[in-house]
C-alpha cells in the first residue's frame, strides 16, 4: 500500500511482485481442464439445490408435526404415504406445495444423473483419471477434480505442497522457537477436500481390504493410535500426495508392487 489505487500503481506492484523469487504462479488450464471443471461445478450446485428442497420439504412436515426418519430414501418412500393419510392435518394447499417440492427433486436427481454420467464418460477417455482411478478410493469424481485443478501437477514440486494447498494439514502458529500445530486448515479447495475426506471414510469403513495396499501396514498402525476423524484427515492427505505422484511422474499406482509380484 504505497498510494491510492490506480492503473499504474496497479501495475507497478503487478510488475514487482513478478520479480520476487518466492512468488506462485498460477498454472493456465487447458480447455479439457476447464469443461471437466464446469461439469463439477454444475454437478456441485445441483447436488445443493436438491438438498435444499429435501430439507424444505421437511421442514413443513415439522411445521405440520409430522417428522420423518433421516435419509432421503426414507422421505422418498414415505412422502405420498404421508400426505394421502394426514389429510386432516395437510391442508391441500400445503400438499400441493409439497407435491410440487417432490417434482422439482425428480428433475433434479435426472440432472444430477446426466452430468455423472458425463463426467464418468470423461473419466473414461482421460488417460490422467484412469490412471488416478488406480489409487484405493479414488473414483471418477474425484480423478476428474483432480485433473481440472491441478492438471499434471506442475504446480507443486512435492506432494507434501498439494496436501497445504488443499488444507490437509494442521494450521501453524509457531513463535519463539515453540511449534505449535492446531486443527487443518482447510485452505485451498474446499470440493477436493471434502471428496477426500469421503474417499477416506469409506476405506476406513473396510479395514479387511488394508493389506492389499502398499500404505496397509501404515494405516493398520495409525489406527490404533489415532481418532477415527484424524485418521480420516490423515489417510486424505496420504491420497492426495499419492494422485499428485501418479499425475506428475506418469506412472500408475503401486507399480512396483506388480513388478515384484511377476
Known amino acids: 500500500m504505497k ?3 490506480n492503473d499504474y500503481n496497479d501495475a507497478e506492484a503487478v510488475a514487482e511482485a513478478a ?10 488450464k487447458s480447455q479439457n481442464q476447464l469443461d471437466l471443471q464446469a461439469c463439477h461445478r454444475v454437478r456441485s450446485r445441483l447436488v ?4 435444499a428442497t429435501i430439507n424444505q420439504i421437511r421442514a413443513f412436515l415439522i411445521e405440520q408435526g409430522i417428522a420423518v426418519r433421516a435419509g432421503a430414501r426414507a422421505l422418498r418412500k414415505s412422502l405420498f404415504a404421508i400426505l394421502e393419510n394426514r389429510k386432516d392435518e395437510i391442508s391441500p394447499r400445503m400438499a400441493k406445495l409439497i407435491r410440487g417440492l417432490y417434482e422439482d427433486w425428480c428433475c433434479l436427481d435426472e440432472r444430477i444423473e446426466t452430468v455423472t454420467a458425463e463426467v464418468e ?3 473414461r477417455i482421460e488417460p490422467k483419471c484412469q490412471r488416478l482411478m488406480r489409487v484405493p ?14 492438471g499434471t501437477g506442475e504446480a507443486f514440486d512435492r506432494g507434501r505442497d498439494l496436501g497445504a494447498w488443499l488444507g490437509l494439514v494442521p494450521r501453524q502458529y509457531s513463535t519463539g522457537g515453540r511449534s505449535i500445530l492446531g486443527r487443518i486448515s482447510k485452505r485451498g479447495s474446499r470440493y477436493l477436500r471434502m471428496l477426500l475426506a469421503q474417499a477416506a471414510r469409506v476405506l476406513l469403513m473396510r479395514p479387511h481390504t488394508w493389506s492389499r495396499f502398499s500404505f496397509g501396514a501404515w494405516l493398520s498402525t495409525a489406527s490404533e493410535r ?10 486424505a492427505n496420504k491420497l492426495a500426495r499419492i494422485a499428485w505422484s501418479v499425475l506428475r511422474h506418469d506412472k500408475a499406482f503401486d507399480t512396483h508392487l506388480e513388478i515384484a509380484a511377476i
Open 3 to 5: 498510494g491510492q489505487k
Open 48 to 51: 445443493s439445490r436438491r438438498t
Open 19 to 28: 520479480l520476487r523469487p518466492n512468488l506462485r504462479v498460477v498454472q493456465e
Open 137 to 150: 478410493g479414488i473414483g471418477p469424481l474425484i480423478s476428474t477434480a483432480l485433473v481440472a485443478a491441478i
Open 121 to 123: 464418460e470423461l473419466s
Open 226 to 235: 489415532l481418532h477415527r476423524h484424524k485418521l480420516a484427515i490423515a489417510l
